[in-house]
């Protein structure tokens, strides 16, 4: 056997060796086409629910054995576009949640002026707020706001409390925020998966109010995935889309180590997540998130980081096949 064939069978090992996401090359921001980053921070979701921090170093943990081809798009995306893991953003002053949102932004700043497209993991769902705020109206964006597809079983969109249990910018309140910053492009953003018995009648009124497109779980189930993702298509066009992507989207029997699940209707199947994911395919992606994240409460095969992976893996390949056709911004 081959010394190369020998180092990619341990390469695909997730337990062996020093866990980057993906089996990256740990590198600076300067001169990367993606930058892969952990955002491990908690307080932004404001309960007792506070591992989501642990996020990042789970993923990496198990990522080495999703480093692999993609075969619906006939590509490696390794080899298509060059990717590094840049590491995690310093947050040394974690429980304030303000603060760290503010350093995610200036760290994002940095991300955003090298030119890479940022694909994040976290951390609980206030990241996007920071991530957000630099990358709205930022160079990937060429100054444009971005646009949101946004799949979770909650809106984010909460605007009748000012707080949540401390939190401003809270994982409860950046759908909101990033509209009034002209950050975000309302109308030309989609939300799809929301589902649950709510605290309020009128929870998604302040989705539409700003003028979200909304797709709950109960109108995908009654529409369909390809009636859905024509209307994604439809919606975002060739403008600059971000992904977000709550992992309480999906049926907590296939993720359960999640933060906030809504155990009362089912949620997405991998299959379905997938398919709604691919309806930005080729369009003008500048980066995304996989979030709020439970290691502590996943099963021992690591079932919830395992599909956070995979989740990842679609959002990187999608971004790495732009780069190879010369799609990129």
Known sequence: MTD??????MENLYWWGVPTLFRCPHEHVEGQDIALVGV?????????????HLGPRALRNVSAVGRRMHSGFNLDPWSAAKIADIGDVPLPRANDNEACIADITAFFGTVDAAGARPFSVGGDH???GGILQALGRGELAREEPVCLLHLDAHTDVFTK?????????????????????????PTHSMQIGLRGHARTLDWLQP???????????????RRGVSDVVAQVK?????RP??????LDCLDPTIAPGVSNIEPGEKGFDIDEAVALLHSVRGLNIIGGDV????????????ITALTAMAVMFEMISMAAENIAKGNAS
């Open 207 to 221: 989705s539409y109010d700003f003028g979200y497109n909304v797709v709950t779980m109960k109108d995908f189930r």
């Open 241 to 246: 889309v971000y992904i977000t992507f709550d």
């Open 234 to 238: 439809e919606v975002i066009g060739n």
């Open 291 to 302: 979030v709020c994240m439970m290691p502590t409460k996943d099963n021992p095969n690591q």
């Open 126 to 128: 206030s990241i996007t």
């Open 40 to 52: 491990p921070h908690s307080t932004g979701n404001g309960t007792t629910e506070r591992d989501q």
């Open 161 to 185: 409390v000012d707080h949540f249990l401390g939190a401003k910018k809270s994982a409860a309140h950046w759908g909101a925020y990033l509209a009034d910053q002209g950050r975000v492009d």
């Open 4 to 9: 190369r064939y020998q180092t990619a069978m």
